[in-house]
């Protein structure tokens, strides 16, 4: 009998160990990305980087800049499009559809367009808008929009769902027409956590590389327009890795931390204004 | 007034965002008074049933939007895929040529290399997110839960192409001149570590992958068994068990429909993930039993190649990669998110 517990308790305390041990390996890699980051990044992070457009081969120096205004212009037309489709959806599954087939079957589409691969997005998109007309920052925005819309979807619907359904019925009984009820009064309780939602969306497509690959391609030099390819930060990164050039490497390295921390700069600030309210908005 | 007292009252939580749509309102219920702007808008129009019956309208377009979405990728990657479909047929996913200057196409090597991919990435990874998630639900000190929780998510935020960078440059080096000879002396006569170690290879890929699909597994994991009913655990420590006994019988057990797919998510990530893979597999389109060799996968070669594809066959082989990648990870993620559903509601009618 003796034994018998000795080895029970034996086992408790080797599978309690194997846990804490896969944690700690679990978070080396992140502490090792996150050390190279930093280390190789800010040691090559120069003004230079935010000013200069990429240098050509062999030459010293050069930046990224057109790469981080292509970045923001990608993802200003993928908001565009696709923050309003999402939430309006989210919206239909929580306030109109409940219990319905067809809200059950969007809500099972919408989990299962969120594992599409984003390759699959890329080369749907190159197929629609760029194959016999050309690359161009538009369709990049539409790859990257159509992979926010699922999550986007749900988290509105989860957050509307944890509106108590007092405040609904107070306006209705007040006469207010259903639709206002919606915007002033379900969707504006819920915004913090619907704003938290589209930002952990964009903050996901914000690095997206594979997308970008046969829709905004990527450019050397400065472009503005909608209708021609332009560069993007994780695409610059994804062409110096894997090239040959040390300098190259470099600034890839530079271009990694930036890209970070642009997203998660972008991601608390608009958390913090959420907080505060400003984003509530009132009518 | 007193609507506006009663309603305050009866939502202690959320009083701030609340009283304003009832102070819009209010004062319009005294006849008397002076329309708000508000209420003379909803009266001179948006307050009938058409206003009503086309906001949902448009709501329902955007979430049939979705439906759309879907369709509209298949039809897409059926309608460039044909050429292929028509010269290959169904033969084209057990082919082994890949030769594009001969218009020679077929899936094998770059599904080989997927699957091997994914399937190590998982053997890698799953052990370590079910420790994870045991350590963090059962085990973990309250104060320290929502830091390390915090910490493993963040895995989740890092941009493929970063683990991609980190890949070439640390971990590469790291399995040529370490990890790889290491290997090879203790598991080299199992035969799956033979040949030339470059570094980059099948293995090195599968070692990425684990760490990407890491986060989301042993999150979804650490959701299933969290909505196990307490009285579960209780049960089973008052028959005398111990902590692990208890998380076996009382948690696991409970939990596994979930955590198959939580897994079958995970899966799905790893089998479409691009850039950290095509990075550092290798890119080279041929079988080999050895996982130090240089791969393929479906999601790689579309990255790699597609831009270079000069014949209309090549680029309809490629899509038809695609099409087949994105059949394959919707039964996946399908079949996996219902596994996940049927755990997290049907949780509390369980515990009855």
Redesign the interface.
């Known amino acids: 009998m003796r034994r018998n517990s000795m080895r029970r308790n034996v086992m408790n305390y080797v599978i309690s160990g194997l846990a804490v041990l896969a944690t700690l390996l679990v978070l080396v890699p992140l502490v090792a990305i996150l050390f190279y980051l930093v280390y190789k990044g800010a040691s090559s992070l120069n003004l230079a980087f935010f000013t200069h457009v990429p240098a050509p081969v062999g030459e010293e120096g050069g930046g990224m800049a057109n790469a981080i205004v292509g970045s923001g212009i990608i993802l200003s037309i993928a908001s565009l499009i696709g923050i309003p489709i999402g939430i309006a959806a989210g919206v239909y599954l929580a306030e109109f559809g409940q219990g319905t087939f067809i809200a059950n079957a969007i809500r099972f589409t919408a989990d299962v367009l969120n594992g599409v691969p984003s390759i699959v997005m890329g080369i749907s998109v190159f197929a629609l808008l760029v194959q016999g007309r050309h690359f161009s920052a538009f369709a990049g925005g539409v790859a990257l929009a159509v992979m926010m819309v699922p999550t986007i979807t749900r988290t509105t619907e989860e957050m509307l769902a944890t509106v108590p359904h007092a405040i609904r019925e107070a306006a209705l009984g007040l006469g207010v027409p259903k639709w206002r009820t919606v915007l002033s009064v379900s969707l504006r309780t819920a915004s913090p956590g619907i704003i938290t939602g589209c930002m952990l969306a964009f903050a996901r497509v914000a690095g997206e590389t594979a997308p970008l690959l046969f829709t905004a391609f990527g450019n050397q030099f400065w472009s503005f327009k909608l209708n021609e390819p332009i560069a993007a930060l994780p695409l610059q990164i994804y062409v110096y890795a894997i090239s040959p050039y040390d300098e190259w490497h470099r600034l890839a390295w530079a271009g990694a931390l930036v890209l970070i921390v642009l997203i998660m700069v972008s991601v608390t600030l608009v958390r913090i204004f959420a907080n505060r309210g400003v984003l509530k908005g009132g009518s | 007034m007193s609507?506006k007292e009663e309603?305050g009252a009866?939502?202690p939580?959320?009083p701030p965002?609340?009283v304003?749509?009832?102070r819009?309102?209010?004062p319009s219920?005294e006849p008397s008074g002076e329309m708000s702007p508000?209420r003379k808008f909803?009266n001179a129009r948006?307050?009938?049933r058409l206003?009503?019956s086309s906001?949902?309208a448009?709501?329902?377009?955007?979430?049939?939007?979705?439906?759309v979405?879907?369709l509209?990728?298949f039809t897409?990657?059926i309608?460039?895929s044909r050429l292929s479909l028509a010269a290959f047929g169904w033969k084209f996913f057990i082919r082994q040529a890949w030769d594009p200057v001969a218009g020679d196409f077929g899936a094998l090597p770059f599904i080989y290399g997927t699957l091997m991919s994914s399937i190590l990435a998982l053997v890698i990874a799953v052990?370590?997110?079910?420790?994870?998630a045991?350590?963090?639900t059962e085990?973990c000190p309250r104060p320290l839960r929502a830091p390390?929780s915090f910490?493993?998510e963040?895995?989740a935020?890092?941009?493929?192409?970063?683990?991609?960078?980190?890949a070439?440059?640390?971990l590469v080096p790291l399995m040529r001149d370490v990890l790889g000879p290491f290997l090879v002396k203790i598991f080299g006569w199992t035969g799956f570590f033979e040949g030339a170690n470059f570094g980059v290879g099948i293995l090195t890929a599968s070692i990425i992958l684990s760490?990407m699909i890491?986060p989301i597994i042993?999150s979804l994991t650490r959701d299933i068994m969290t909505a196990v009913p307490n009285s579960q655990r209780e049960a089973v420590l008052a028959l005398g068990a111990?902590?692990?006994?208890m998380?076996r019988i009382g948690v696991l057990r409970n939990s596994r429909i979930g955590i198959v797919g939580a897994i079958m998510?995970g899966l799905?990530?790893a089998?479409?993930?691009?850039?950290a893979v095509t990075?550092v597999i290798g890119n080279h389109a041929e079988i080999s039993k050895s996982l130090f060799a240089p791969g393929y996968t479906l999601?790689s070669v579309?990255?790699n190649e597609?831009?270079e594809a000069t014949t209309n066959l090549y680029l309809s082989a490629?899509?038809e990669i695609?099409l087949a990648?994105?059949l394959v990870?919707?039964v996946?993620?399908?079949i996996?998110?219902l596994m996940v559903w049927a755990v997290t509601r049907g949780a509390p009618g369980r515990a009855a």
């Open positions: 609507i309603h009866s939502t939580i959320t965002l609340a304003p749509s009832v819009e309102a209010g219920l508000i909803l948006g307050s009938g206003a009503d906001f949902a448009v709501m329902l377009l955007c979430a049939c939007s979705i439906f979405l879907v509209f990728i897409i990657l309608l460039h052990p370590l997110a079910l420790g994870v045991i350590f963090l085990l390390i910490l493993t963040l895995l935020a890092i941009p493929s192409v970063v683990y991609g960078l980190w070439v440059f640390v760490i890491l042993s111990t902590k692990w006994e998380i998510l799905g990530r089998l479409g993930e691009t850039m990075m999601a579309i990255a597609f831009s490629l899509i695609g990648l994105f990870t919707i996946v993620n399908g996996a998110r």
